[in-house]
């Protein structure tokens, strides 16, 4: 069985410069204490002999179970040492060229692999990594803390630093706001933003002073507290002059596949080797094969465990491949796929099950089922503040947490799980409906006069504004006055929404999130100078709402009930290549995620491939109608933060009102409100919560 270590959490504190103070061992126990959900299994600290460096870890042992691969882990003289979170699947491949050339193991796990690896290459150690990951290195030589987050986000790092001079890091927020040092204060702008985005966006976080270091980073915190962080990698422009990882797990100075397929049908390079000439049809041929190679090897890798793994099963096209192919590279060995669903009672119209069950038969796998109702995702509520650390206003928290509960109770620690497919492959049909309007209408009505623009808008808001159509509206107002079209996959309350929920004095103070979504525009275009539109979408989806939502969401939800999740659709080799892919190969002839569709041909049923997509949801509309009525109603409108003065509450009073009686369907709205007032009675005013 190959080797390799735990996900867990990882905390650490610097103490610089003359007025810092020394750490104790009882403040840094308490802060890793407060993840023991991440790492039930095992517990280390280490603190230098000056108590100027402290460093912690708690264990959910995954492989390597021996004691051999706990942390804080040392190299041979005690000058670098390491905590880790996360899984490096080519480790035994950087352990061979590292013994090669003269490093000496005492464990078999990958921990140790990043630490000679940093002895071997210093920072660039990220380039030869293959996994997920966060981890930070102190080099006692040095005298520096290095860390670094995986390329696409899978894995969260947080930081802050304080007044009198220490630096402290963590895979939760909770575990910083342990430290007596760190205020707990909301992030007024990140706040804004959040009610745009349903996240706050990277680098910061609800809490004022405490960051998220962004996917695809790295820094360096020198003794004086002088920090510096860089991006290495980028979805856009991932390898640059810089190495990265072939099919193999191989560190390579250029990923063959990618190069291949840009120089014969991109027209870039030197069209080195090209037998494919550039007709359509063979450059279908090659996306095809490579990207079910890829996606083969990316599942293998996965399944890299010393406890019993499985799949969360939707039923979808990216779950159900998740099983083929994972019962595929287990024939022959007698063990069924464990497969884990949840369904809602009641309420069939969200309910994927039998697509879910057709598939469970088809590959015989050993499958378990959960339903939940409104009264039930109800009792988990008190507890989802503590859990997520900064709200994340996506509903699938709910549901996530409840399957992820039963595959813990099942035995099952480890779940390969399909996020990022419809993001890197394109797969959701507003996706579609967004690029169609923009190399339509959108174009058009930018060649206007923009006072021609103006009377259109200013006639516009007031029919709409009158009957509350924002949306419409708000493609409107950014076409007006020059916006990009594209923000986000979950776009909740637009800057004209906000202008109506908030109080206007404080909406004057606001600036607004469209600069976050041109930054991504504007970086997509410098990295790549002829990305098309859809490449530019999906870049955005890369840099916030995947790795800042839709990744943290699965972190937080399967680590609070002590199991991993495992992305196959997000191997970087992976989405190196798709990014690389012409519009045309994604979505063709209306057909969305359509190299993937081709690519799982025969390996699932066409039943599975070409049926509507459905979509992983919570029915946050009905429960907001039901049990959880007064409840939401009490915590809208009485909560101290709702009465803070930064809300118009006669607009939220409102959309209560119309959305209990039906004339209105704004229970994501809602629900992202009352995430956040949950939040901040949590963790700002300290109450515990009933619900």
């Known amino acids: ?48 002999p000056d108590r100027r460096v402290g460093l912690g870890f708690r264990r959910l042992a995954i492989i390597d179970l021996s004691p051999l691969a706990n942390q804080p882990m040392a190299n041979e003289d005690g000058s670098i040492r390491i905590v880790f979170n996360g899984e490096i699947y080519n480790h035994t491949v950087l352990r061979r060229q590292l013994e090669q050339r003269g490093h000496r193991y005492r464990s078999r796990s990958d921990t140790e692999s990043i630490l000679h690896g940093y002895e071997e290459w210093g920072p660039e150690v990220v380039h030869k990594l293959l996994g997920m990951f966060a981890f930070a290195i102190w080099d006692e030589n040095r005298r520096q803390l290095f860390f670094a987050r995986d390329r696409i986000g899978v894995k969260p790092l947080y930081y802050t630093q304080t007044a009198s001079g220490k630096f402290i890091f963590a895979s939760e927020i909770k575990a910083i706001a342990q430290h007596p040092e760190v205020i707990r204060e909301m992030d007024e702008e990140a706040f804004v933003h959040y009610l745009t985005y349903l996240v706050s966006p990277a ?134 796929v464990d497969t884990f669903s949840v369904g809602f009672r009641d309420l069939e119209k969200y309910n994927e099950l039998q697509y879910a069950r057709l598939i469970a038969k088809q590959f015989q796998t050993n499958h378990h089922e959960v339903i939940i109702d409104s009264r039930l995702a109800m009792d988990f509520i008190p507890e989802l503040p503590y859990y997520q650390d900064e709200p994340l206003a996506d509903p699938v928290c709910i549901p996530l947490y409840f399957v992820s509960r039963l595959a813990r109770e099942s035995g099952t620690i480890v779940i390969q799980i399909g996020e990022g497919s419809d993001e890197i492959f394109a797969g959701y049909p507003w996706m579609l409906r967004e690029l169609k309007f923009h190399n339509t209408y959108w174009k058009f009505y930018g060649l206007l006069p923009r006072f021609i623009r103006q009377a259109i808008y200013v006639t516009a808001a007031m029919v709409l504004n009158a009957r509350g159509n924002y949306l419409p509206l708000e493609y409107l107002r950014k076409g007006t006055f020059g916006e990009e079209l594209f923000w986000g996959g979950a776009i909740n309350f637009t800057e004209i929404h906000k202008r109506r929920l908030l109080s206007p004095s404080f909406f004057a103070q606001l600036e607004s999130s469209y600069h976050i979504a041109k930054q991504f525009h504007e970086d997509a275009l410098q990295r790549d100078g002829n990305a098309d539109y859809l490449q530019r979408m999906v870049y955005v989806e890369l840099r916030n709402r995947l790795p800042e939502l839709l990744l943290m969401r699965v972190d937080k939800m399967t680590m609070a009930t002590k199991v991993e999740g495992r992305e196959p659709f997000l191997d970087h080799r992976l989405v190196e290549f798709v990014m690389r892919l012409p519009q045309w190969l994604r979505v063709k002839n209306s057909t969305t995620k359509y190299i ?89 005013e300290g109450r515990q919560i009933s619900a």
């Open 203 to 336: 680098p910061r976080t609800l809490f004022k002073n405490i960051y998220k270091l962004e996917p695809g980073t790295r820094g360096v915190v020198d003794r004086f507290g002088n920090l510096e962080t860089e991006r290495y990698w980028d979805p856009l422009s991932p390898n640059g002059s810089q190495p990265t990882i072939d099919i193999d797990g191989n560190p390579v100075a250029r990923s063959a596949y990618i190069d291949e397929f840009e120089s014969a049908h991109l027209g870039r390079g030197d069209s080195h080797g090209s037998k494919m000439a550039a007709k359509p049809a063979e450059r279908e041929s090659f996306a095809v094969q490579t990207v079910r190679a890829l996606l083969t090897r990316s599942i293998s890798d996965r399944m890299m465990s010393d406890v019993p793994f499985g799949v969360f099963l939707s039923g979808g096209i990216d779950s159900s491949t998740n099983v083929a192919l994972m019962a595929s590279a287990l024939s022959g060995s007698g063990r069924p």
């Open 1 to 48: 069985m190959v080797k390799g270590n735990s996900v867990c959490g990882i905390v650490g504190i610097l103490s610089f410069g003359s007025g810092g103070s020394e750490i104790t061992e009882d403040v840094l126990v308490r802060m890793r204490d407060t993840m023991i959900h991440r790492g039930p299994d095992d517990a280390g600290v280490y603190i230098s």
């Open 596 to 684: 993937l569709k081709k690519a799982v041909e025969g390996l699932i049923p066409d039943e599975i491939i070409y049926r509507k997509k459905q979509g992983f949801a919570a029915p946050m509309n009905e429960w907001l109608r039901d049990v959880w009525y007064p409840f939401a109603e009490d915590k809208l409108l009485n909560s101290s933060l709702m009465r803070s003065g930064y809300f118009n509450l006669d607009f939220v009073r409102g959309m209560l009102q119309r959305h209990r009686d039906r004339k209105a369907n704004v229970g994501q709205n809602l629900w992202n409100l009352l995430n956040l007032v949950l939040w901040h009675e949590y963790w700002i």
